[in-house]
């Protein structure tokens, strides 16, 4: 058990979709120096109500670091809860998870990135 949580608000500025997957790429590719295991992104949810474009296109660039396995995984902020079988796995990774505000709260604007 043990692991490190990182919070990294991606939306801070207000700055375009390909600037916040930047800071995505940071984050993640310097993750590992400073021991970090997992990443808790907040990005919004869009001010329209409807997703915002830092939220859908971040979403769909963790799905392709998955795929190619540069990732383990990430738990879109709707399903972050106790009920739900791959935040229990992060738990493992990561037991400070346990203790994150945004638990059960199915908070659309955070993704929750396992590294």
């Not at 700055?15 to 993640?28: F, G, H, L, Q, S």
């Not at 869009?46 to 190619?68: A, D, P, V």
């Amino acid at each position: 058990m043990g692991g490190l949580l990182r919070e990294v608000n991606i939306k801070q500025g207000m700055p375009i979709v390909n600037d916040a997957i930047k800071r995505v790429t940071y984050n993640i590719k310097n993750a590992g120096p400073m021991g970090v295991t997992v990443i808790k992104l907040i990005h919004g949810y869009g001010s329209s109500g409807q997703g915002g474009g830092i939220r859908t296109e971040t979403r769909k660039y963790l799905e392709r670091l998955k795929s190619k396995r540069e990732i383990k995984g990430f738990i879109i902020g709707e399903n972050f809860s106790i009920f739900d079988e791959e935040t229990r796995k992060a738990f493992l990774v990561c037991d400070e998870l346990r203790k994150d505000s945004d638990l059960e709260r199915h908070n659309n604007g955070i993704t929750i990135v396992i590294l």
